[in-house]
């Protein structure tokens, strides 16, 4: 996800971009031993070859990666093509690296070269397809991804590509973790660019029921499926409806967190399915069940050390229903305990503290501390005309 502070305009187009770029992390768990290997009985110098080609592939994987994290993407993207030759020259199967590869479309994206995301993205179908077949879920998962990028910028236009990938991806047979990114792909470009949310809720549900029958119904991902499932009912459903699936979200979770110990990811999915439940609360008007939720999010944040990004986002959340509760120096406290965390993760002059900088102005002047609230918003609006 990208710029979590503030959180970008039409938040499902960065969960989108979000599920695309992590599909092939999902589907690379579910490879099966039944893939043919090299014949054990080729020529040694075949042998040989081959295997210098794979570990010359392996490193050139390595370097793409170095490439891309110091902000290197074309250094980036001429390593990966080099991989990827390599791989197809030792006649490997091995092609995990493409997962970090497709990352790279991302922040080709993110500069505004979205041709070229789209490129990378094609070409790697392509080198799956020549690798591994058409019909593996590998294949199948890459190109749906290629199909929810292009639907970002393409409107209702994208639909039928989306609604055919997500065919293509579950006839592969790929785990139903996979299949449910896909249909909740799917769902998305039917409430925002179709504007059709009826036909969304049975693809929500249809997650709700894999995850409880392939993980289990106290399952990570059954509880993050469950949560996608209240959002939806609770702004297009029945908020009724919604109530009951937020309960068992947060009682679920919260048993989770406070039983288990998880990896700051783990973690930060679930606090990710709490701020649904939170969500619920302030529309159904019930901030005193909102804030609660947050406070005990920021708690789970702290003892399993989550991301910094998500954990600003959701002290930003809890500031901001404080002040809409007419608790203004509760907002103030958390404020200015965010503020300085969000300069250092992103940077003093940086487009993600904006959403801090205004809603911090906003406190300081229903405190009456208007020189402060002025300078704060005088530093925004000088970020935002760097950023133009």
């Not at 702290?302 to 990004?309: A, K, N, S």
Request: glycine fraction near 8%.
């Amino acid at each position: 996800i990208q710029g979590p502070l503030p959180p970008p305009p039409g938040r499902w187009r960065a969960l989108l971009a979000a599920a695309a770029g992590i599909l092939l992390l999902a589907v690379s768990a579910f490879r099966t031993s039944s893939r043919p290997r090299p014949t054990a009985a080729a020529p040694l110098d075949d042998s040989a070859r081959r295997a210098r080609a794979y570990a010359d592939a392996r490193r050139e994987a390595a370097l793409g990666l170095r490439a891309r994290d110091e902000g290197r993407l074309d250094d980036s993207d001429g390593h990966y093509r080099r991989a990827m030759a390599l791989t197809e020259e030792a006649g490997s199967k091995d092609v995990e690296f493409t997962k970090y590869y497709g990352i790279l479309a991302d922040h080709y994206a993110n500069a505004g070269r979205r041709e070229e995301a789209w490129e990378l993205q094609q070409r790697i179908v392509d080198f799956l397809t020549r690798v591994l077949g058409p019909d593996d879920p590998e294949t199948a998962a890459a190109l749906h991804g290629l199909a929810v990028a292009r639907s970002l910028y393409a409107g209702s236009a994208a639909t039928p590509i989306v609604e055919e990938s997500r065919v293509k991806l579950a006839a592969s047979g790929a785990d139903p973790s996979v299949q449910t990114t896909a249909n909740s792909n799917l769902a998305q470009q039917y409430i925002h660019q179709e504007h059709s949310p009826e036909k969304a809720r049975p693809l929500l549900a249809e997650n709700v029921r894999l995850m409880r029958e392939s993980a289990g119904a106290g399952s990570t991902m059954y509880i993050l499926r469950l949560a996608e499932l209240a959002d939806f009912d609770s702004q297009h459903g029945s908020p009724d409806q919604a109530d009951l699936e937020a309960a068992e979200v947060r009682r679920l979770a919260e048993k989770h967190l406070g039983d288990g110990e998880f990896s700051p990811a783990a973690a930060a999915a679930l606090v990710g399915a709490l701020k649904y439940v939170a969500d619920n609360a302030g529309r159904r008007g019930r901030p005193a069940e909102e804030i609660l939720v947050l406070e005990g999010i920021l708690r789970w944040n702290v003892r399993y050390h989550v991301p910094d990004d998500v954990a600003l986002w959701n002290g930003r959340d809890l500031a901001e229903a404080y002040a809409r509760a007419g608790r203004p120096a509760d907002a103030e406290r958390i404020f200015s305990a965010l503020l300085p965390q969000a300069e250092k993760s992103f940077g003093e002059e940086s487009v993600g503290i904006c959403g801090l900088l205004k809603g911090y102005a906003g406190v300081l002047r229903t405190l009456g501390r208007s020189a402060q609230a002025d300078e704060l918003m005088r530093r925004y609006a000088r970020i935002q005309a760097a950023a133009r």
